[in-house]
């Protein structure tokens, strides 16, 4: 097992006034009828989400300081999913507005073009044939 660098604590933790807002947002624990593991912490696991986001690292490499993460994926697919960051993400913005505000009048948009994987579709809106499917066609 790899030894992790120090943690910035900038990915460490959620503050306690915003996470008193954000779990309000965070769907309950499904009942286990047959019972099973005990659920991790959703902060922690939220945590974990937040920092392969900001990192971009993969998920196995999630610090096990949050959660692991096969269970930060789980959580992360499930919370997708029913719609939970959207939510998440309007509430961290009035969240930040409210602290340090937000200079709406400015904003950036950043795009990079490519070339779409499998053909994309054509200009008059009719889809490419990929060109093992024409050469099937013509044999």
């Not at 196995?60 to 949050?66: G, K, L, Q, T």
Request: charged share 25%.
């Amino acid at each position: 097992m790899r030894r992790h660098a120090r943690m910035d604590k900038r990915f460490s933790s959620i503050p306690e006034p915003l996470w008193s807002k954000l779990k309000l947002l965070i769907p309950p624990e499904p009942p286990k009828p047959t019972g099973g593991r005990p659920r991790v912490d959703d902060r922690a696991v939220l945590t974990g989400i937040i920092y392969r986001l900001r990192t971009g690292c993969q998920w196995h490499a999630i610090p096990r300081e949050f959660a692991s993460g096969p269970t930060c994926h789980r959580r992360f697919q499930q919370w997708e999913r029913q719609g939970v960051f959207e939510k998440l993400f309007v509430c961290m913005l009035h969240y930040y507005d409210h602290r340090r505000g937000i200079q709406w009048q400015w904003g950036a948009l950043d795009s990079v073009i490519v070339k779409a994987p499998k053909g994309g579709i054509s200009r008059d809106r009719t889809r490419r044939t990929a060109p093992s499917a024409a050469r099937n066609a013509t044999s």
